[in-house]
């Protein structure tokens, strides 16, 4: 019996090393946005709302000063600005509001609209594990991808923008 157990317990680990952690599914994909409004991000004029998601394809990118990783992305994310081809609303997760304001001052402010998520509510709704993450949402308010991590120049070119243009054209 325990032979039994050792080797169902060695299958389960070996199983979820071969996962790529990024591909966790969401529960969203296929799902309208979720219901909600956030302010803006102190100095920013614009909040988000489930509404400003609806009538053209988009991106939500879920980011926070004290994130590493969206520090990293930040660049591809004012490219994508620069370029038009999208517009990037930010949801600023569980950030101090000068913090937030300090960033986007200091590094560019690529974000069509951005929402100041303080308490994490929204982001919780949106079945955020942790920051960064994207969305790509269609024109209808639909949920249609989640990039789990960083967005990388690979992720853009193979999988976020064929998709955004596939929306676009449809």
């Given amino acids: 019996m325990p032979l039994a157990a050792f080797m169902a317990l060695t299958a389960v680990f070996v199983w979820g090393l071969g996962r790529d952690p990024n591909q966790i599914p969401s529960q969203l994909i296929g799902k309208p946005v979720p219901e909600f409004t956030l302010p803006p991000v102190q100095g920013r004029m614009l909040g988000l709302s489930s509404a400003d998601l609806k009538g053209e394809v988009s991106l939500v990118n879920v980011f926070a000063s004290w994130c590493v990783a969206c520090r990293d992305e930040h ?71 989640k990039q789990i991590g960083p967005i990388t120049k690979a992720a853009l070119k193979e999988t976020i923008l064929p998709l955004v243009a596939r929306l676009q054209a449809e």
């Fill in 75 to 145: 660049p591809l994310l004012m490219r994508l600005k620069e370029n038009g081809i999208v517009p990037v609303h930010g949801i600023n997760y569980k950030d101090r509001p000068q913090d937030a304001a300090r960033w986007l001052g200091a590094l560019g402010d690529p974000y069509t609209r951005t929402g100041a998520d303080i308490d994490g509510r929204v982001a919780i709704d949106w079945g955020v594990y942790g920051v960064p993450e994207t969305f790509v949402v269609d024109s209808d308010g639909t949920i249609v991808y």
